[in-house]
């Protein structure tokens, strides 16, 4: 089998480095793997920064795709150049182990399964940051997202004539990962968690960073929502009745309270909400097809 590793970016700089060390640790040997790495709409200098610290005996390609801001857009894209047997979804900011690639391989030697997920470990700096925290306590999970039928690129392999057969992921800002889960569900086609394939994923450290991520999704529900002619309002709730769900939170502090005082979690919760209430704006753009931009970063 041969692997196709496939990665956008948009401004990832400041990851360049940390990937290119993963990439160039992994054990399995280079001619079983190619890497395509996929712009999408980036400014900065990302991509010398991949060339300056990329083995050069890895066969690797740095493409461009510019026609829409999306990274499943980019993925897709990066796919149909692909040439692996195998599909391997993952993300600029993340890191692989040096036994990744070469488990996904054994994965799918020995398994029936043609698609699987990761695990995806979260990694915290400061102990004492609480948006760290909550980060690493209360996402990517993938051992329970797999049980839920969902998935995450930041950890994701699937045979590339299945992703051909079921049509690529829905091109939106985000929640492209967890909607393509969904339909491989309704077809009947389980994946597998496998916990061996690891890779490291940074924590998110600040209110900016949660927010940005969270808007970003909310923005690409609304996306979704529109494409699939669901109602408007109905999506609205469900964002308002997040903003006040307080047992959400009480689960957040079940989570957080062995390292956390309650004073700081309080602080972390009036922040929290705020992001939740703007999450309501961003899912009524993303319906509207309006103010992109703004959450595509």
Same mark, same amino acid.
């Given at each position: 089998?041969?692997?196709?590793?496939?990665?956008?970016?948009?401004?990832g700089?400041?990851?360049?480095?940390?990937?290119?060390? @993963?990439?160039?640790?992994?054990?399995?040997?280079?001619?079983?793997?190619?890497?395509?790495l996929?712009?999408?709409?980036?400014?900065?200098? $990302?991509?010398?920064?991949?060339?300056?610290?990329?083995r050069?005996?890895?066969?690797?390609?740095?493409?461009?795709?510019?026609?829409?801001?999306?990274?499943?857009?980019?993925?897709?894209?990066?796919?149909?150049?692909?040439?692996?047997?195998?599909?391997?979804?993952?993300?600029?900011?993340?890191?692989?182990?040096? $036994?990744?690639?070469?488990?996904?391989?054994?994965?799918?030697?020995?398994?029936?399964?043609?698609?699987?997920?990761?695990?995806?470990?979260?990694?915290?700096?400061? $102990?004492?940051?609480?948006?760290?925290i909550?980060?690493?306590?209360?996402?990517?999970?993938?051992?329970?997202?797999?049980?839920?039928?969902?998935?995450? $690129?930041?950890?994701?392999?699937i045979?590339?004539?299945?992703?051909?057969?079921?049509?690529?992921?829905?091109?939106?800002?985000?929640?492209?990962?967890?909607?393509?889960?969904?339909r491989?569900?309704?077809?009947?086609? @389980?994946?597998?968690?496998?916990? @061996?394939?690891?890779?490291?994923?940074?924590?998110?450290?600040?209110?900016?960073?949660?927010?940005?991520?969270?808007?970003?999704?909310?923005?690409?529900? @609304?996306?979704?929502?529109?494409?699939?002619?669901?109602?408007?309002?109905?999506?609205?709730?469900?964002?308002?009745?997040?903003?006040?769900?307080?047992?959400?939170?009480?689960?957040?502090?079940?989570?957080?309270?062995?390292?956390?005082?309650?004073?700081?979690?309080?602080?972390?919760?009036?922040?929290?909400?705020?992001?939740?209430?703007?999450?309501?704006?961003?899912?009524?753009?993303?319906?509207?097809d309006?103010?992109?931009?703004?959450?595509?970063?």
């Amino acid at each position: 089998m041969f692997i196709s590793l496939i990665v956008p970016f948009k401004n990832g700089a400041q990851f360049a480095k940390r990937f290119a060390e @993963g990439v160039n640790s992994q054990e399995l040997s280079v001619d079983c793997y190619e890497l395509i790495l996929i712009s999408n709409l980036s400014e900065d200098n $990302t991509e010398e920064l991949l060339d300056k610290y990329l083995r050069k005996n890895i066969n690797y390609s740095i493409l461009k795709f510019n026609n829409k801001p999306s990274s499943y857009a980019a993925r897709n894209y990066g796919s149909k150049q692909a040439n692996g047997d195998l599909l391997v979804f993952t993300d600029i900011d993340c890191k692989l182990t040096p $036994t990744y690639l070469m488990n996904i391989i054994n994965f799918f030697e020995t398994s029936s399964y043609a698609a699987m997920s990761g695990k995806v470990t979260l990694e915290i700096i400061d $102990t004492k940051n609480y948006w760290e925290i909550y980060d690493a306590s209360c996402n990517l999970d993938n051992q329970m997202l797999a049980k839920q039928n969902h998935l995450v $690129t930041a950890n994701f392999a699937i045979k590339k004539e299945l992703f051909i057969k079921t049509g690529f992921f829905d091109e939106f800002v985000s929640n492209g990962d967890s909607m393509y889960g969904e339909r491989l569900y309704k077809i009947g086609i @389980g994946f597998k968690y496998n916990e @061996g394939a690891e890779i490291i994923h940074p924590t998110r450290k600040s209110y900016s960073a949660v927010e940005k991520k969270l808007l970003r999704m909310a923005y690409g529900q @609304g996306q979704a929502y529109y494409n699939a002619k669901r109602k408007y309002l109905f999506g609205v709730i469900i964002y308002f009745f997040k903003a006040f769900n307080v047992a959400n939170l009480k689960r957040i502090w079940n989570r957080m309270k062995s390292v956390i005082s309650l004073e700081c979690f309080l602080i972390f919760a009036l922040q929290f909400t705020k992001i939740r209430l703007k999450q309501v704006i961003a899912f009524s753009n993303g319906y509207r097809d309006i103010s992109l931009q703004k959450y595509n970063h």
